[in-house]
């Protein structure tokens, strides 16, 4: 009766659970998606049929099967399988779960897989825990993460197992995904709900490849709605619109926080305003602070158009300054102005290689005395010392120049480019370099009148 009454009572908390875990794959045959290392002869499908498992990190997106795929191998594999997950596990459960897998293989010969949920979250002396016994073998790790591996997890770790990375499910995997989920006694086959395809397609394209999303987005579709008349569930486009949030694949800490600017950047770079805005409402639309994406706008119109438009600086600075007073909504307008000027402002990165150039002389080459003549002459005593003797004022002369020595060194650094204002920085640098040549010929020649009376 006992027996019995535990059986009913799983079932019931099995129908509690999210729709997204109740329709879980529980084979390789059920999967949907990742076909470029899960199809058929793909390098992961044949680690999993074999059951000759190494540690693993998958690596991916949420709601692209890292944690269904764990779980169906926990079923295939001969192995003892155990499931933490990082975020609230500790070291001590960690070590414990290792003991009883060192306890396991000797009394029993069988291995244990570990699987760790969210692995990013283990900090370095957590991970460490893990090397000696995935090492020798004592445990098999399988790692899940949304987050660059290579960023978050210890190398040495990483170097012991393979890398696969997930990719966010195709429309067609999510329609797919969803038509199961609508059939399965698992999740809705037992009730009347009539789909339309507007409707699967509207899901679909709000997912952004996210299954996990996508079910959530049917089941709220569902708990929300009231049978019509005839008994039947109706989830139309409107109906799908009204449940769904709004949702980006945008994690403010993560990948796509950096691949994101890195393409509004690379964007703007490339003289392309459409791309760079759209860009600009993925991080607006995703609550990204305004203040970031302005600082990052400040160094592209240093770094990246410089003095080829020196106004860019200026108006990248006031929209800075603008957002702190504005602030949201009405800063987007602010912003996008000021995305479409970089974008299409004359491009040059001659002031960013010209510090890089300097720098590197500074740090790898001996450091040059700073010429007597323009040294600090305001203190008594500095006469003395031959400082300031000899400067010449520039603006006493024709032209506020005149040709004096400021370095002693003739290394150049910066090499502006013939485009947009930075063209007339470089005729009046060609200028004076002429003035330079024509004075130093001229030395030239009075130093050789002189040697020639000597003899």
Known sequence: MNELFNS?????RKLNLPLAIRVRPE??????????????????????????????????????????LSLIIAKMTKKYFVSLNAVTATVSDVREVIKSARERLKREGRGTILFLDEISHFNKLQQDALLKDVEDGTITLIGATVHNPYFYINTPLLSRGLIFEFKPLKEEEIKKIIKNALKSEKGLGNYKIE???????????????????????????????????????????????????????????????????????KSMRGSDPDSALYYLARMLV?????????????????????????QALILANACYQAIEVVGMPESKIILAQTVIYLSTAP?????????????????????????????????????????????????????????????NSEKKFYFPEDI????????????????????????????????????
């Open 286 to 310: 995703s609550g990204e602070d305004p203040r970031f994406i302005a600082r990052r706008m400040l160094i592209f119109a240093s770094e990246d158009i410089g003095n080829a438009d020196p």
């Open 195 to 265: 789909i339309t395809e507007e409707a699967i397609e509207v899901i679909s394209k709000k997912s952004q490849g996210d299954a996990r999303k996508a079910l959530n987005i049917l089941e709220v579709c569902f708990v929300t709605s009231t049978p019509e008349k005839n008994g039947y569930i109706l989830i139309d486009e409107n109906k799908v619109k009204e449940c769904a949030d709004k949702y980006f694949i945008y994690d403010k800490n993560g990948d796509a926080h950096y691949d994101v600017i890195s393409a509004f950047i």
């Open 347 to 407: 491009k040059s990165n001659s002031a960013y290689l010209a510090i890089e150039k300097a720098i590197k002389e500074v740090e790898n080459e001996r450091i040059g005395e700073v010429p007597k003549h323009i040294s600090s002459s305001g203190y008594k005593g500095a006469e003395k010392l031959g400082k300031g003797i000899g400067y010449l004022y520039p603006h006493d002369f024709p032209g506020h120049f005149v040709i004096q020595k400021y370095r």
């Open 27 to 68: 084979t390789l045959e059920e999967f949907v998606g990742q076909e470029h290392i899960l199809g058929k002869d793909k390098p992961l499908r044949k680690i999993i049929e074999s059951d000759n498992i190494p540690s693993l990190i998958f690596y991916g997106p949420p709601g692209c099967g890292k944690t269904a």
């Open 420 to 455: 947009g204002y930075e063209s007339r920085i470089k005729k009046f640098l060609e200028e004076i370099e002429k003035l330079k040549n024509e004075s130093g010929k001229r030395e030239n020649q009075k130093e050789n009148k002189g040697n020639k009376t000597e003899d």
């Open 8 to 12: 009913e009572d799983k079932k019931v």
